[in-house]
Protein backbone atom coordinates (compact mmCIF):
# COMPACT_ATOMS: atom_id res chain seq x y z
CA UNK A 1 0.00 0.00 0.00
CA UNK A 2 3.11 2.34 0.60
CA UNK A 3 4.47 1.92 -2.46
CA UNK A 4 1.20 2.73 -4.33
CA UNK A 5 0.88 6.13 -2.03
CA UNK A 6 4.27 6.84 -3.18
CA UNK A 7 3.56 6.15 -6.77
CA UNK A 8 3.46 9.00 -8.97
CA UNK A 9 0.12 9.76 -11.56
CA UNK A 10 0.92 8.40 -14.99
CA UNK A 11 2.59 11.23 -17.34
CA UNK A 12 3.50 13.52 -13.47
CA UNK A 13 7.20 12.63 -15.21
CA UNK A 14 6.98 13.11 -18.53
CA UNK A 15 9.44 15.99 -20.31
CA UNK A 16 6.45 18.66 -20.93
CA UNK A 17 4.93 17.68 -17.38
CA UNK A 18 8.17 18.52 -15.35
CA UNK A 19 8.42 21.48 -18.04
CA UNK A 20 4.88 23.06 -17.20
CA UNK A 21 5.62 22.03 -13.42
CA UNK A 22 9.10 23.97 -12.74
CA UNK A 23 9.04 27.22 -11.49
CA UNK A 24 9.27 30.43 -13.69
CA UNK A 25 13.04 30.71 -13.94
CA UNK A 26 13.83 27.15 -14.33
CA UNK A 27 11.36 27.21 -17.49
CA UNK A 28 13.30 30.78 -18.25
CA UNK A 29 16.37 28.34 -18.40
CA UNK A 30 15.05 25.33 -19.91
CA UNK A 31 13.82 28.01 -22.61
CA UNK A 32 16.71 29.76 -23.16
CA UNK A 33 18.68 26.44 -23.95
CA UNK A 34 16.20 25.04 -26.30
CA UNK A 35 16.78 27.85 -27.89
CA UNK A 36 20.51 28.31 -28.48
CA UNK A 37 20.48 24.69 -28.86
CA UNK A 38 18.37 25.50 -32.33
CA UNK A 39 20.61 28.06 -33.17
CA UNK A 40 23.75 26.07 -32.89
CA UNK A 41 22.41 23.60 -35.48
CA UNK A 42 21.22 26.25 -37.73
CA UNK A 43 24.31 27.46 -37.72
CA UNK A 44 26.16 24.04 -37.98
CA UNK A 45 24.23 23.05 -40.94
CA UNK A 46 25.01 26.53 -42.59
CA UNK A 47 28.71 26.48 -41.93
CA UNK A 48 28.91 22.89 -43.47
CA UNK A 49 26.94 23.92 -46.88
CA UNK A 50 28.80 27.42 -46.67
CA UNK A 51 32.09 25.54 -46.27
CA UNK A 52 31.36 22.46 -48.43
CA UNK A 53 30.74 25.36 -51.33
CA UNK A 54 33.92 27.38 -50.88
CA UNK A 55 36.03 24.07 -50.89
CA UNK A 56 34.42 23.22 -54.31
CA UNK A 57 35.04 26.85 -55.55
CA UNK A 58 38.74 26.44 -53.97
CA UNK A 59 38.90 23.44 -56.70
CA UNK A 60 37.55 24.87 -59.23
CA UNK A 61 39.60 27.88 -59.18
CA UNK A 62 42.89 25.82 -59.05
CA UNK A 63 42.01 23.61 -62.07
CA UNK A 64 41.44 26.85 -63.98
CA UNK A 65 44.60 28.85 -62.77
CA UNK A 66 47.04 26.14 -63.29
CA UNK A 67 45.15 25.01 -66.82
CA UNK A 68 47.48 27.30 -68.72
CA UNK A 69 45.60 30.01 -68.85
CA UNK A 70 47.31 33.42 -68.66
CA UNK A 71 46.31 35.80 -65.83
CA UNK A 72 45.12 38.56 -68.14
CA UNK A 73 42.29 36.01 -69.49
CA UNK A 74 41.72 34.89 -66.17
CA UNK A 75 41.17 38.27 -64.85
CA UNK A 76 39.12 39.16 -67.33
CA UNK A 77 36.75 36.68 -67.25
CA UNK A 78 36.44 36.81 -63.28
CA UNK A 79 36.42 40.63 -63.45
CA UNK A 80 32.53 40.43 -64.25
CA UNK A 81 31.66 37.36 -61.65
CA UNK A 82 31.54 37.87 -58.26
CA UNK A 83 34.65 36.38 -56.47
CA UNK A 84 34.95 34.66 -53.11
CA UNK A 85 37.81 32.24 -51.88
CA UNK A 86 40.84 32.31 -54.25
CA UNK A 87 39.22 33.90 -56.82
CA UNK A 88 38.75 37.10 -54.22
CA UNK A 89 42.66 36.35 -53.22
CA UNK A 90 43.40 36.69 -57.04
CA UNK A 91 41.34 39.61 -58.19
CA UNK A 92 42.80 41.75 -55.22
CA UNK A 93 46.13 40.87 -56.59
CA UNK A 94 45.62 41.52 -59.94
CA UNK A 95 44.10 45.10 -59.54
CA UNK A 96 46.70 46.56 -57.78
CA UNK A 97 48.96 44.94 -59.81
CA UNK A 98 47.23 47.10 -62.73
CA UNK A 99 46.85 50.25 -60.95
CA UNK A 100 50.35 50.20 -60.03
CA UNK A 101 51.48 49.92 -63.89
CA UNK A 102 48.85 52.17 -64.64
CA UNK A 103 50.49 54.64 -62.51
CA UNK A 104 53.75 54.02 -63.33
CA UNK A 105 55.37 51.81 -60.61
CA UNK A 106 59.18 51.63 -61.00
CA UNK A 107 60.19 49.97 -57.79
CA UNK A 108 59.32 46.37 -57.89
CA UNK A 109 60.15 45.82 -54.11
CA UNK A 110 57.02 48.36 -53.20
CA UNK A 111 54.72 47.04 -55.93
CA UNK A 112 55.55 43.48 -54.43
CA UNK A 113 54.95 44.65 -50.79
CA UNK A 114 51.71 46.03 -51.94
CA UNK A 115 50.09 42.95 -53.87
CA UNK A 116 51.15 40.59 -51.01
CA UNK A 117 49.30 43.49 -48.61
CA UNK A 118 46.49 43.46 -50.85
CA UNK A 119 46.43 39.60 -51.01
CA UNK A 120 46.79 39.62 -46.72
CA UNK A 121 43.62 41.71 -46.65
CA UNK A 122 41.52 39.60 -49.27
CA UNK A 123 42.46 36.33 -46.94
CA UNK A 124 41.15 38.36 -43.81
CA UNK A 125 38.12 39.23 -45.33
CA UNK A 126 37.14 35.70 -46.76
CA UNK A 127 38.59 34.08 -43.52
CA UNK A 128 35.91 36.82 -41.37
CA UNK A 129 33.05 35.02 -43.35
CA UNK A 130 33.85 31.70 -42.86
CA UNK A 131 34.59 32.19 -39.31
CA UNK A 132 31.37 34.39 -38.41
CA UNK A 133 29.23 33.33 -35.42
CA UNK A 134 31.99 30.68 -34.40
CA UNK A 135 32.22 32.44 -31.44
CA UNK A 136 28.41 31.71 -30.51
CA UNK A 137 28.85 28.12 -30.88
CA UNK A 138 32.11 28.33 -28.31
CA UNK A 139 30.42 30.17 -25.93
CA UNK A 140 26.88 28.01 -26.06
CA UNK A 141 29.46 24.94 -25.60
CA UNK A 142 31.27 26.43 -22.49
CA UNK A 143 28.54 28.27 -21.42
CA UNK A 144 25.24 26.04 -21.74
CA UNK A 145 26.34 23.47 -18.82
CA UNK A 146 26.63 26.38 -16.37
CA UNK A 147 23.52 27.74 -17.62
CA UNK A 148 21.98 24.18 -17.02
CA UNK A 149 23.49 23.92 -13.18
CA UNK A 150 21.81 26.86 -12.17
CA UNK A 151 18.59 25.53 -13.07
CA UNK A 152 19.80 22.51 -11.12
CA UNK A 153 20.73 24.48 -8.56
CA UNK A 154 17.01 26.40 -8.27
CA UNK A 155 15.07 23.05 -9.02
CA UNK A 156 17.17 21.56 -6.13
CA UNK A 157 16.10 24.81 -3.77
CA UNK A 158 12.61 24.29 -4.67
CA UNK A 159 12.65 20.84 -3.59
CA UNK A 160 14.18 21.59 -0.31
CA UNK A 161 11.22 24.31 0.08
CA UNK A 162 8.56 21.63 -0.38
CA UNK A 163 10.45 19.75 2.19
CA UNK A 164 9.96 22.61 4.52
CA UNK A 165 6.60 23.94 3.32
CA UNK A 166 5.39 19.61 3.76
CA UNK A 167 7.34 19.07 6.75
CA UNK A 168 7.90 15.40 4.83
CA UNK A 169 10.66 14.02 3.36
CA UNK A 170 8.75 11.77 1.25
CA UNK A 171 9.43 10.68 -1.78
CA UNK A 172 6.58 12.35 -3.86
CA UNK A 173 7.14 15.59 -2.35
CA UNK A 174 10.94 15.70 -3.41
CA UNK A 175 11.17 13.99 -6.60
CA UNK A 176 9.73 16.47 -8.62
CA UNK A 177 12.21 19.49 -7.78
CA UNK A 178 15.10 17.13 -8.38
CA UNK A 179 13.49 15.80 -11.79
CA UNK A 180 13.03 19.54 -12.92
CA UNK A 181 16.79 20.27 -11.79
CA UNK A 182 18.00 17.31 -13.33
CA UNK A 183 16.05 18.23 -16.99
CA UNK A 184 17.81 21.91 -16.44
CA UNK A 185 21.40 19.71 -16.26
CA UNK A 186 20.17 17.61 -19.57
CA UNK A 187 18.93 20.18 -21.28
CA UNK A 188 22.40 22.20 -20.99
CA UNK A 189 24.52 19.47 -21.85
CA UNK A 190 22.49 18.49 -25.30
CA UNK A 191 23.15 22.18 -25.98
CA UNK A 192 26.74 22.24 -24.95
CA UNK A 193 27.83 19.06 -26.20
CA UNK A 194 26.68 19.60 -30.09
CA UNK A 195 28.07 22.89 -29.85
CA UNK A 196 31.67 21.77 -28.65
CA UNK A 197 31.98 18.97 -31.20
CA UNK A 198 30.69 20.71 -33.90
CA UNK A 199 33.16 24.34 -33.11
CA UNK A 200 35.93 21.98 -32.98
CA UNK A 201 35.01 20.45 -36.42
CA UNK A 202 34.30 23.75 -38.07
CA UNK A 203 37.54 25.58 -36.41
CA UNK A 204 39.29 23.08 -38.08
CA UNK A 205 37.94 23.27 -41.20
CA UNK A 206 38.23 27.12 -41.12
CA UNK A 207 41.86 26.65 -40.49
CA UNK A 208 42.34 24.12 -43.36
CA UNK A 209 40.88 26.59 -45.91
CA UNK A 210 42.55 29.66 -44.39
CA UNK A 211 45.91 27.64 -44.73
CA UNK A 212 44.81 26.66 -48.80
CA UNK A 213 44.70 30.58 -49.24
CA UNK A 214 47.42 31.08 -47.72
CA UNK A 215 49.54 28.73 -49.35
CA UNK A 216 48.05 30.04 -52.71
CA UNK A 217 48.67 33.58 -52.17
CA UNK A 218 52.00 32.65 -51.35
CA UNK A 219 52.18 30.57 -54.79
CA UNK A 220 50.67 33.61 -56.57
CA UNK A 221 53.17 36.23 -55.13
CA UNK A 222 56.01 34.09 -56.25
CA UNK A 223 54.63 33.69 -59.56
CA UNK A 224 54.31 37.83 -59.67
CA UNK A 225 57.68 37.99 -58.27
CA UNK A 226 58.98 36.27 -61.43
CA UNK A 227 57.38 38.57 -63.87
CA UNK A 228 58.43 41.76 -62.30
CA UNK A 229 61.94 40.19 -62.16
CA UNK A 230 61.47 39.45 -65.80
CA UNK A 231 60.23 43.27 -66.82
CA UNK A 232 62.93 44.79 -64.65
CA UNK A 233 65.53 42.86 -66.84
CA UNK A 234 63.89 43.36 -70.37
CA UNK A 235 63.82 47.27 -69.00
CA UNK A 236 67.61 47.42 -68.14
CA UNK A 237 68.35 45.91 -71.47
Given at each position: ??????A?????Y???????????IV????????????????????K??????I?????R?????????????????????????M????????R?????F?R???S??????????????????????????????????????????????I???????????????????????????L??????L???????????K????????????????????????????????????
Open positions: MEQIALAPEGQSLWALFMQAGLKLVMIGLVLASVWTWAIVIDMIAMGRRKAMDFEEVFWSGQSLEELYRALAEKKTSGGAVFMAAMEWKKSEGAKPHSLQTRIDRAMDLAIAREMEGVESRLGFLASVGSGAPFIGLFGTVGIMTSFQAIAGSKSTNLAVVAPGIAEALATAIGLAAIPATIAYNLSGDASKLSARLEGFADEFSAILSRQLDERSAKQAA
